[in-house]
């Protein structure tokens, strides 16, 4: 198994679209760190469902990646339909609430499965999906990282911050 080029990290998951997602949350100094941090985080949470959506993949000896097939393996599907339109996804319609750039995360999402050797193709909307899920899931954690600062009264977001709102979760 090769390790993913940082710079396709990088590339795929920039520092002003991280700053975007945090500002959200009225986070204002962010260490330098941090960013390394949900660049790890999202790497992670990809390959978990990758691997989720391979075990189903060769359950139903498929070849091809649909909509259906990952909304069955994330955690909340009716979390996610709440806020996302599947017709704009499946028409690829741009969707306004996504902070990565979508074709360097569809690169990226394609690395990784080159990466562990999972050999699928993906039908139109399935990337925006996968983007948008771990999109919700940093955002989930930066929300309960936000809490954690304010009671704590601190200024500053430090990966410790966000490793100890993981081990709360």
Known sequence: ??????YILNTA???PSFLRMIKEFEIKNVSHLVYEELRGIIKVELEELLYKIHILLQYKKKK???????????????VI????NLEKCKKGENIECLYFQKTPFSDLIRLTMQDENYNYRM????????QYYLENCLKDILKKTSIILKNKNKKILTPKDIIT???II
Do not use: A, Q
Request: aromatic content about 6%.
């Open 1 to 6: 198994m090769k390790k993913i080029p940082d």
């Open 13 to 15: 998951l920039t520092k």
């Open 64 to 78: 091809t990646i649909s909509i259906n097939d990952v909304m069955f393996v994330i955690d909340e599907p009716k």
């Open 81 to 84: 339909l709440k806020e996302f």
């Open 123 to 130: 039908n139109k909307g399935v990337s925006i999906l996968i």
């Open 165 to 167: 709102t993981m081990n």
